[in-house]
C-alpha cells in the first residue's frame, strides 16, 4: 500500500520550529535579552553587527550555568522554568517554552561563553546548525554572553527574504525598547556597528522613558495609578495636546512582560473621545500588575498575545484610570468674575437709524505722490516707477478676505451659489438634490493628490524659512535618520543634521505653508513614519507621507471660507473620479435628494 504521509526529519522538523521563533534577527535579540533578564542579570549589553545578519551578542552579569547545564540549554523543549502543565498557569518567567536557544541554533553558528559565580572556570559550546562542534572550558567573568552569526545561513530562502539593514535594525530598536522599558531597574546598552546607540542606567519609568525618547517628554506624560483587588495598573499616557496621528510609543505591559492587545487600546482611546481630533492617538506606557493565575500568556509562540480571564472588568478599571488621570490634570480652570469694585463701563444704546447718518467715516489726509526716495541720489527711483494715480481707482487696493486658492478656470464648473455651514461644511445646490461637503477631508482629497503628483514627478516645491527651525532628535530618531532622509528631501523638507541629534529645518513644502506650522513636529513623525512603514514599497510609503502631510496641510474646520474659496473645492472635487472618498476611505461629500427634502415637508 501507498503512503501519501510521512514523517517529517528531524532536521526539517526542527528547521519548521525554528521557523516559527526566529522570523528575523529582531526575534534573537527579544529571545536572548529576555534570557538574560531570567538570569537575573543587572546588566544587559547588546551587540550588532550589519543589524544582526552578521552577528548578534548578548552579554549579561546573570547566574551562569554549569559544564553539564549549558549543552542541554540548545535541546528542545528544555527548560529550567517549568516541571508540569500546571506551571503553565503560574509563569513570572520569560523563556519558559524550551525553544529560543534550540531554534537560533538550528539556523545559526552560536558561540556560549558562560560561568557560575560559584565555579573556578566557564565553559564555552560552539553549535553551527544545531550541532555541538566544541564543549570545554575557559576563564571569563560570572554570566553568560551568547554570539548568533550568520543567521539563516543554512537556509538561504529565509535569508533572501530579510529586508535591508535599516529596515531590520529598525525591528531590533523596537524590540530592545520594549524590553528596556518594561525593565528600567536593569542596565542595558546597545551598539550597532560599534557605535553606541543606548546606555541606559538603573532608574525609573518615567526617567527611563525620556532617556530613550528624549527629555522633551518630561512634560507630555500623566501619570497614571490604579490599584483593585484585580488588577494594578500604573504608567503614564500623553497629554491631549500631545496627541499625534500615529501610534507612535504605544506600549502595554503585563506584570513586566510586553503585550499587544488591541481591546485595551480601545479603553485609552474611549478616555480621550471628544478631547482629541478623531485622527490623531495619544502614547501610553502603562504596565498592568496581575496575578499570574488570571492569564494565559502561552497563545502565541512569540509571547506578545495574552489572554486575560477578566477582559470586561480590566476594560473598565483601564478606562477609568485614565479618564480619572486626563480629569485631574487636564481640567479647565474656572474663571471667577467677580464684580465686586467693578468699574462701570457705559452702554451704547441706539437711539434711532437715522442717527447713523449723522456718523461720518474718519478721514486721513494721505499724499498719494510722495515718494521718501524723491531726492535721495542713486537709482532708487527705479524702485518706485511713476503710476497715473489720478486716474486710478483708490480702491483698488482694498481686498476682500484674502482666498486660499489662485483663482481658475475649474470654478465655472462650481456654477450654483453656495455657502458654509457650521465652519465644516460647504452646502451647494447639485443635480437632484442638495451637495453637502466636508471642507477638511475636501481639503485632504486636494492635498493629498498634489502632493503625490509632486513626489512621482520629483517637482515638490520648497518655500524657505526666515529663519532656520532648530530641534533635537531622541537618540532613536537620530538613529533612524540616514534612512529617512531621501524620503523626506522627496517631500520638500531641507535639513541639515548637526550632530548629536541636533537639526536644522531651513526649508519646509510650499504646500504646507497653509497648514499646521509646527514643522519639527511634522519632520519627526515623518522619520519615525518612513522607518516603521520600511516593509512597504516605495510608492506605498509616498502614498502615506502624502497623506500625512495632506492632514497637516488641509483646511482645518472652522476655518472662515470666501466664496472663491468656496467655489474652487467644489469644482476640484467636482472635476476628479473617485473624489467621494478620501485615501482613509471616509466619505467626503454626499447629496441629500430632492425627494427627500420633499418628504421633511
Known amino acids: 500500500m501507498d503512503c501519501v ?28 535579552m529576555e534570557n538574560s533578564i531570567d538570569s537575573g542579570a543587572t546588566h544587559i549589553q547588546l551587540y550588532l553587527t550589519d543589524a544582526g545578519r552578521t552577528s548578534i551578542k548578548v552579554i549579561d552579569n546573570g547566574c551562569g550555568m554549569s559544564f553539564d547545564d ?22 513570572t518567567s520569560f523563556g519558559f517554552r524550551g525553544e529560543a536557544l534550540a531554534s537560533i541554533a538550528e539556523v545559526s553558528n552560536v558561540v556560549l561563553r558562560t560561568r557560575r559565580p560559584q565555579d573556578q572556570t566557564g565553559t564555552v559550546i560552539e553549535i553551527s546548525a544545531g550541532q555541538i562542534q566544541k ?73 527611563r522613558i525620556m532617556a530613550m525618547f528624549g527629555d522633551k517628554m518630561e512634560s507630555s506624560l500623566l501619570p497614571v495609578e490604579l ?40 479603553a485609552v482611546m474611549d478616555a480621550y473621545t471628544g478631547l482629541i481630533p478623531d485622527s490623531n492617538q495619544p502614547s501610553y506606557f502603562l504596565n498592568f500588575k496581575i ?57 451704547f444704546r441706539r437711539t434711532s437709524d437715522t442717527s447713523r447718518a449723522n456718523i461720518s467715516k474718519p478721514v486721513i489726509p494721505v499724499d498719494k505722490t510722495y515718494n521718501p526716495f524723491k ?27 484674502e482666498s486660499l486658492f489662485q483663482t481658475s478656470e475649474l470654478e465655472s464648473q462650481a456654477s450654483f451659489p453656495c455657502f458654509q455651514y457650521g465652519g465644516r461644511y460647504i452646502i451647494s445646490q447639485a443635480d437632484g438634490g442638495l451637495l453637502v461637503v466636508d471642507q477638511h477631508r475636501a481639503g485632504v482629497f486636494m492635498k493629498y493628490n498634489q502632493f503625490l503628483e509632486q513626489m512621482q514627478d520629483n517637482a515638490v516645491c520648497s518655500q524657505r524659512l ?27 523638507f531641507v535639513i541639515s543634521d548637526m550632530g548629536h541629534g541636533a537639526i536644522s529645518l531651513s526649508a519646509v513644502p510650499t504646500l504646507l505653508l497653509d497648514g499646521d506650522t509646527d514643522y519639527s513636529k511634522q519632520v519627526v513623525d515623518l522619520i519615525e513614519l518612513s522607518v516603521q512603514e520600511g516593509d512597504n514599497t516605495l510608492e506605498q510609503r509616498k502614498s502615506q507621507i502624502a497623506s500625512y502631510l495632506a492632514q497637516r496641510a488641509a483646511i482645518p474646520y472652522g476655518k472662515q471660507l470666501t466664496q472663491s474659496d468656496m467655489c474652487h473645492i467644489l469644482a476640484y472635487i467636482l472635476s476628479h473620479k473617485d473624489s467621494d472618498r478620501g485615501a482613509d476611505g471616509k466619505r467626503i461629500y454626499s447629496i441629500i435628494a430632492a425627494d427627500s427634502i420633499t418628504r421633511l415637508f
Open 135 to 207: 564543549h570545554s572550558v575557559d576563564t571569563m567573568p560570572v554570566g553568560t554572553g551568547i554570539d548568533v552569526k550568520n543567521l539563516f545561513f543554512n537556509i538561504p530562502a529565509r535569508r533572501k527574504f530579510l529586508k535591508n539593514d535599516s529596515v531590520e535594525y529598525g525591528h531590533i530598536l523596537h524590540e530592545f525598547q520594549r524590553v528596556a522599558l518594561s525593565h528600567p531597574q536593569i542596565e542595558f546598552d546597545l551598539y550597532n556597528n560599534q557605535n553606541a546607540v543606548y546606555q541606559l542606567k538603573p532608574s525609573g519609568l518615567k526617567q
Open 5 to 32: 504521509i510521512k514523517v517529517l526529519s528531524q532536521d526539517v522538523a526542527n528547521q519548521i520550529a525554528a521557523g516559527e521563533v526566529v522570523q528575523r534577527p529582531a526575534s534573537v535579540v527579544k529571545e536572548l
Open 70 to 91: 549549558a549543552p542541554n540549554a540548545f535541546l528542545p523543549h528544555a527548560t529550567s522554568k517549568i516541571k508540569t502543565s500546571e506551571d503553565l498557569f503560574a509563569i
Open 466 to 492: 526666515l529663519f532656520p527651525e532648530l530641534f533635537s532628535l531622541s537618540t532613536e530618531q537620530a538613529q533612524m535618520l540616514p534612512v529617512a532622509m531621501p524620503l523626506l528631501t522627496a517631500c520638500g
Open 375 to 401: 531726492n535721495c541720489p542713486g537709482d532708487w527711483m527705479k524702485l518706485y516707477p511713476q503710476t497715473d494715480l489720478e486716474n486710478s481707482n483708490p480702491t483698488d487696493s482694498v481686498q476682500e478676505t
Open 227 to 266: 490599584e483593585t483587588e484585580l488588577v494594578s495598573i500604573s504608567g503614564f499616557v500623553s497629554r491631549t495636546d500631545q496627541t499625534r496621528q500615529r501610534g507612535f510609543n504605544q506600549y502595554f505591559f503585563v506584570n513586566d512582560r510586553f503585550m499587544k492587545h488591541p481591546y485595551f487600546h480601545k
Open 291 to 347: 496575578s499570574p493565575q488570571q492569564i494565559d500568556v502561552n497563545i502565541h509562540p512569540s509571547k506578545t498575545e495574552i489572554k486575560f480571564a477578566d477582559e470586561r472588568d480590566i476594560w473598565q478599571c483601564l478606562s477609568a484610570a485614565v479618564h480619572q488621570t486626563i480629569g485631574k490634570f487636564e481640567r479647565v480652570t474656572e474663571i471667577d468674575f467677580n464684580t465686586e469694585d467693578a468699574p462701570q463701563i457705559p452702554v
